[in-house]
């Protein structure tokens, strides 16, 4: 089994920061890219940022020069800084990896983590 696990949200006024991390466990071999995306109350569920395997990242143009998406291979974690936070970024954010469990095929598969809940008050 594959578990992702997010943690670091929270509530927090405008202009304020927070930091999200997610985790992944189980039985990996590989993780590929790995990305944060966000819904709020009504809203499709829609990309943050990435960043592949290499560190290459790619960001939603609203949370450009804001949020700094980060990775560490080592702990099989993905690590999203948030500044200047408004109260437009409120939403569940949740973690997505792509994760091969065999050597042998090294299929991608994504899994999604549980969300972790972010509010901006005005």
């Known amino acids: 089994q594959v578990q992702l696990v997010e943690s670091g949200g929270g509530l927090v006024q405008t202009g304020g920061s927070l930091r999200l991390s997610c985790a992944a466990s189980?039985?990996?071999?590989?993780?590929?890219?790995m990305g944060w995306y966000r819904q709020a109350p009504g809203k499709q569920r829609e990309l943050v940022a990435t960043i592949t395997s290499g560190s290459s990242t790619n960001y939603a143009d609203s949370v450009k020069g804001r949020f700094t998406i980060s990775r560490d291979n080592a702990k099989k974690s993905v690590y999203l800084q948030m500044n200047s936070l408004k109260p437009d970024d409120s939403a569940v954010y949740y973690c997505k990896a792509f994760i091969a469990k065999i050597a042998s095929d090294l299929i991608f598969n994504p899994y999604w983590g549980q969300g972790t809940q972010v509010t901006v008050s005005s």
């Open positions: 189980g039985s990996i071999f590989s993780i590929s890219t």
